[in-house]
């Protein structure tokens, strides 16, 4: 395997995390064979039937082995409580922020985080060309070095674009973290933005906005809508004519502005607080503080767009309002907690059955109406203003009216919460938030998130009470409130039989129908 995948040395160039594996299991397999040979004192011989590692289903092997318990000074093992993962902030005379969560393991999820996105930028595409020159030529290495260095520490880091943030980021091992910073470091600052390199990075940015999915067209058709194509209307993965007018100047350019003390943030979990701040201080310390850029508040304004496809295979319908954003941090959690409640999900679970049939809109639209094969509820939350909303999926565009209708009702609805629909949408809000947070990835990611959009961190413990806090009341109020914004409406593929804007802002206006029990 090494010599298939590594070439003709692969054994001296086994990355070294995989090095580090493979000696603690060694060290582990000659511990456990001195225990299983020690005097049996009493020992209860078990045998256990081992399938050999030949994968031929033939060479088996019976081994006696020790009941462990009754081996001689053998340390009684009681259960404790799983230790706190407790969250340190520290800056820099830069002004850099330094977070570090103590999770345990010998892995560690570590990152540079950057005010930054495309509702930052001024030419549609930036961010993303910013990412995809990540790793690139720098001036003294070039991309396939950085490659090999990144194996060899058996790291995986990546380039992410959010509308208001981005990331460069990935995991490790701990003794490999100050390596995989470094590696960020200069694959983000000291890039050399050759003009091959650029042209490289632009094709596959030109590549990915080719290839989008209908439904990440759709929400970002949406975001359009809403905010009339500027801030955080303005397209993510940028567009074909502002992609191909920036040039390596212009990237070159974009370095020392985006990347200074104040505008960035350093976050990693599996590391102490300490070694994460010297780490940081020996990558970044050295960059002048600069100024944190200031975020231009996106205004709402509703909107219509639709996008007709010739023969289309599906038609995609979203309708959305403008719902409160991070700053808006008791509402935030009610809109949060109502999307829970709505769920929804498709006619077709992949993985079986299960997920999201016990909420609303599975209930009322899928289990009642064949011909839709997707609703789900979403909540795009940004820093001053959130997207909320209902989208679905029909394959004939014949039932494209019958989707919208229904989009319209299940809105119009949102303010009837019964008290069994929201205790079990507490829970799986909560659940679903205390899950994601075991994951490094999305602690860091949240952590992250909340600074940037907030200059403050909520905990996981101050959420799940806020959640707990909420009422009915306070959901239908929510509701109420979203319902009064001007609509958003987006759609993709079959458009002819979808009514014009103005008719879906009246249906949403009126007052639902009762509902048969």
Request: overall charge neutral.
């Amino acid at each position: 395997y090494q010599r298939r995948v590594h070439g003709r040395h692969g054994r001296n160039m086994l990355p070294l995390a995989s090095r580090v594996f493979a000696r603690r299991v060694g060290s582990h397999a000659r511990r456990s064979t001195s225990v299983a040979t020690a005097p049996k004192a009493e020992a209860v011989s078990v045998t256990l039937k081992v399938l050999s590692t030949d994968y031929d289903n033939e060479a088996r092997a019976s081994y006696p082995v020790s009941d462990l318990r009754s081996v001689p000074d053998m340390p009684q093992l009681t259960p404790q409580d799983a230790p706190t993962v407790v969250q340190q902030v520290g800056r820099l005379p830069n002004g850099l922020t330094v977070i570090s969560h103590n999770t345990v393991g010998e892995g560690v999820n570590l990152g540079l985080y950057v005010r930054a996105g495309s509702a930052l930028e001024s030419v549609p595409g930036l961010s993303q060309m910013m990412a995809s020159m990540f790793l690139k030529r720098t001036l003294i290495k070039s991309f396939e070095r950085n490659v090999r260095e990144m194996e060899q520490i058996g790291a995986l880091l990546r380039p992410s674009v959010m509308r208001e943030c981005m990331s460069y980021a990935g995991d490790t091992i701990r003794q490999c973290a100050p390596y995989a910073l470094r590696i960020i470091r200069e694959g983000t600052i000291e890039g050399s933005f050759k003009e091959n390199e650029v042209e490289e990075a632009r094709e596959a940015c030109l590549k990915q906005l080719t290839n989008l999915q209908p439904d990440v067209k759709i929400h970002e058709a949406l975001h359009y809508a809403a905010f009339d194509g500027v801030g955080l209307g303005a397209p993510l993965y940028g567009t074909a004519r502002g992609i191909n007018s920036i040039t390596n100047d212009q990237l070159l350019a974009e370095v020392p502005t985006m990347f200074t003390g104040n505008n960035m943030f350093v976050c990693a979990a599996g590391l102490d607080h300490a070694t994460l701040m010297k780490i940081a201080d020996n990558e970044f310390g050295h960059l002048p503080a600069g100024t944190a850029r200031s975020y231009r508040k996106s205004a709402y304004t509703g909107g219509d767009f639709r996008h007709q496809v010739e023969s289309p295979e599906s038609t995609h319908v979203a309708i959305a309002f403008r719902a409160p954003g991070w700053t808006e941090q008791k509402d935030v959690v009610a809109s949060s907690l109502l999307m829970c409640l709505l769920g929804g999900g498709e006619s077709y679970s992949e993985g079986g059955p299960g997920k999201g049939m016990h909420s609303k809109l599975y209930l009322d639209v899928l289990h009642q109406n064949p011909d839709i094969v997707s609703i789900k509820a979403f909540n795009h939350l940004n820093r001053d203003c959130s997207v909320f909303g209902i989208s679905g999926i029909v394959l004939d565009e014949d039932h494209t009216l019958d989707l919208a209708m229904t989009i319209v009702d299940q809105l119009r609805r949102m303010p009837q919460v019964t008290d069994v629909q929201l205790a079990r949408a507490k829970n799986t809000l909560i659940s679903s938030i205390l899950m994601n947070l075991e994951s490094r990835f999305c602690l860091n990611d949240d952590t992250v998130r909340q600074y940037v959009m907030t200059g403050e961190h909520k905990s996981a413990a101050s959420i799940v009470k806020a959640i707990q806090a909420l009422t009915v009341d306070d959901v239908s109020r929510i509701a109420k409130q979203m319902l009064t914004t001007a609509p958003s409406v987006a759609a993709i593929g079959g458009c002819g039989r979808l009514p014009r804007y103005d008719v879906l802002a009246a249906k949403l206006r009126e007052e639902p129908k009762k509902q048969k029990l």
